[in-house]
């Protein structure tokens, strides 16, 4: 079975553009999850998809969103880039909704901002 | 923000050692689950642990839950040098769809 694809593993990006970033959940895991990882702040949720719908946001400013397509697959956006984006993110699948059971994480995208 | 505190944050040993590594959350949770990530990759599961479950055992690993305390610990039996990574707690909250995450431990295992 395969695991959680996210792509692509790493971008450089200029201030004041936006990025796309893809998430390929496990096969029949309808739960996708983003989180945002910086050496300063740690790991932290930016929001749950489930059934095509957002079920749960972090505290993120509104450049960040996303989606999910109807076979699970997720993507984030951030706009309007900033320096502080620089960051590994994160995309975690789980069978159902929540995480009442097993996250499984991808490889992360790698995102620089220059 | 972090939930959790993890204890030490970094620690260092020698092949075949134990290594165990605290955690320690401030609400009520469903299940805690520990996470091991090699140099900036993606996360590993290592085991879940439910709230009603007070110990979990995989392979060399064992995990401790006190609800009373809001503490866990991971304990790595026998460490390898291939166990070197930093470990993550992360709990989720009964009424919530994400994962908290603690600030991590790096363990190091010499050879």
């Known amino acids: 079975k395969a695991g959680v694809t996210q792509t692509p593993r790493y971008l450089i990006k200029t201030r004041g553009q936006q990025v796309t970033l893809s998430c390929s959940p496990i096969s029949g895991h309808r739960s996708v999850s983003w989180y945002q990882q910086t050496p300063g702040q740690g790991l932290q949720f930016l929001f749950e998809y489930f059934s095509e719908t957002q079920r749960n946001k972090g505290n993120f400013p509104g450049r960040f969103s996303g989606r999910q397509f109807s076979n699970s697959r997720s993507e984030m956006n951030v706009s309007t880039l900033e320096l502080g984006d620089s960051a590994l993110y994160l995309c975690?699948?789980?069978?159902?909704?929540?995480?009442?059971?097993?996250?499984?994480f991808g490889q992360g995208t790698r995102l620089t901002v220059v | 923000s972090q939930q959790g505190e993890e204890d030490p944050q970094a620690l260092s040993i020698q092949e075949g050692e134990n290594a165990t590594m605290n955690c320690s959350y401030k609400t009520s949770i469903n299940n805690l689950q520990w996470y091991r990530q090699n140099s900036g990759r993606g996360l590993v599961h290592l085991i879940l642990i439910r709230s009603n479950e007070r110990e979990k055992h995989s392979g060399r690993l064992r995990v401790t839950l006190d609800t009373s305390k809001k503490s866990s610990s991971l304990l790595i039996t026998a460490s390898r040098a291939a166990d070197t990574a930093s470990y993550f707690c992360?709990?989720?909250?009964?009424?919530?769809?994400?994962?908290?995450f603690g600030e991590g431990t790096q363990l190091t295992v010499n050879p």
């Open positions: 992360a709990t989720a909250e009964t009424s919530g769809s994400r994962l908290t």
């Open positions: 975690a699948s789980s069978l159902g909704r929540g995480m009442n059971t097993e996250a499984f």
